[in-house]
């Protein structure tokens, strides 16, 4: 079991940078596939970033990573644009989270205004 949290989302503006958080607790923190994702209003939830792999809509302007004494994963958001609008997850599976996540945070809401 993880369990996650996210933090660090808020309003900004497009062209602007914001860093996500995801602290997770519980099980050993290197043994699970860790990612982002993210849902816009009347969309399905997205898979985004996982280490060495990144959506086409993200590519180049986002960027994952993780310290693991802390046992966080970050996600770096540059450039941000208006259709980045969207509560942003984190999610940890026992295998490839871009394939099958196992656990989700509650989420972090992101808007990006114009």
């Known amino acids: 079991q993880v369990q996650l949290v996210e933090s660090g989302g808020g309003s900004v503006q497009a062209g602007g940078s914001l860093r996500l958080s995801c602290a997770a607790s519980?099980?050993?923190?290197?043994?699970?596939?860790m990612g982002w994702f993210r849902q816009a209003p009347g969309k399905e939830r997205e898979f985004i970033a996982a280490?060495?792999r990144y959506a086409d809509s993200v590519k180049g302007r986002f960027t994952i990573s993780r310290d693991s004494a802390k046992n966080t994963v970050y996600l770096q958001m540059n450039s941000l644009k208006v259709e980045d609008t969207a509560t942003y997850y984190c999610?940890?599976?026992?295998?490839?989270?871009?394939?099958?996540?196992?656990?989700w945070g509650q989420g972090t809401q992101v808007t990006v205004s114009s």
């Open positions: 999610a940890a599976s026992r295998e490839s989270v871009a394939v099958k996540a196992d656990y």
């Open positions: 519980g099980r050993t923190f290197s043994s699970y596939s």
């Open positions: 280490f060495n």
